[in-house]
């Protein structure tokens, strides 16, 4: 049973690019979720997917920032004209349909913008 | 809305003492409560949850929480510190709605001293 895979585990990108981060969930877990944590902070809810479609967006998820999850399976995370602000932890979690409450979650993308 | 609250962004204790963590729980529909730790650079690990049933609820590593409702509390226990258990730690409230996200609280950094 393989965890939640997250990749890359750590970018460094300069101001004003573009970004993006890939999450493969659990297999056979329907809900994916996208969280952001900054340093000394708990994570913060950015956005879920239930199979393909994107069901609830944070106030947090700028334009810039894009979601997707074409087939079900795998996530993908994209932000575009990176800010210093953007550097972050970004963390995936999936959770099954038959739902327990608990989140499974992989070990984090570091986003650093210089 | 629902909101979790840790009293104490860093907690220090002696190997082999009692450890105790901090959780205010708000919420308006009966909680799911979990608490997750984190170490350096990792995603988070459950470490229990409670869901229905018995308040008092064990989970891995000789951690323990006890969910009081009259107190809206769900503090973290556990008798013997030891040192591989300096982390951090994050209390979480799912409300049931149809995302079954978690909210979490900013976190309890755990110092252990030899």
């Known amino acids: 049973d393989t965890g939640v895979s997250q990749n890359p585990r750590h970018k460094i990108t300069k101001r004003g690019q573009n970004v993006t981060f890939r999450c493969d969930p659990i297999s056979e877990h329907n809900r994916l979720y996208w969280y952001r944590q900054t340093l000394g902070q708990g994570p913060e809810f950015l956005t879920y997917?239930?199979?393909?479609?994107?069901?609830?967006k944070s106030r947090l998820l700028s334009d810039r920032f894009s979601a997707e999850r074409p087939k079900g399976s795998f996530s993908t995370l994209e932000i575009q004209r990176t800010e210093q602000g953007d550097s972050a932890m970004y963390l995936c979690a999936s959770n099954p349909a038959a739902n327990t409450g608990e989140l499974f979650f992989g070990e984090g993308s570091r986003l650093t913008v210089l | 809305a629902q909101s979790v609250t840790q009293l104490g962004s860093h907690v220090s204790v002696s190997e082999g003492a009692l450890v105790l963590l901090r959780c205010n729980y708000s919420?308006?529909?009966?909680?799911?409560l979990f608490w997750y730790v984190q170490y350096p650079n990792q995603g988070l690990q459950l470490l229990l949850k409670?869901?229905?049933?018995?308040?008092l609820v064990k989970g891995i590593n000789g951690f323990e929480a006890e969910f009081k409702k009259s107190e809206t509390s769900f503090h973290l226990t556990k008798p013997s510190a030891h040192m591989s258990d300096a982390a951090e730690y994050f209390c979480?409230?799912?409300?049931?709605?149809?995302?079954?996200?978690?909210?979490f609280g900013s976190g309890t950094r755990l110092l252990v001293r030899p």
């Open positions: 997917f239930q199979n393909e479609a994107q069901l609830e």
């Open positions: 919420s308006s529909v009966p909680p799911y």
């Open positions: 409670y869901t229905t049933g018995a308040t």
């Open positions: 979480a409230v799912s409300g049931l709605d149809s995302s079954y996200k978690l909210i």
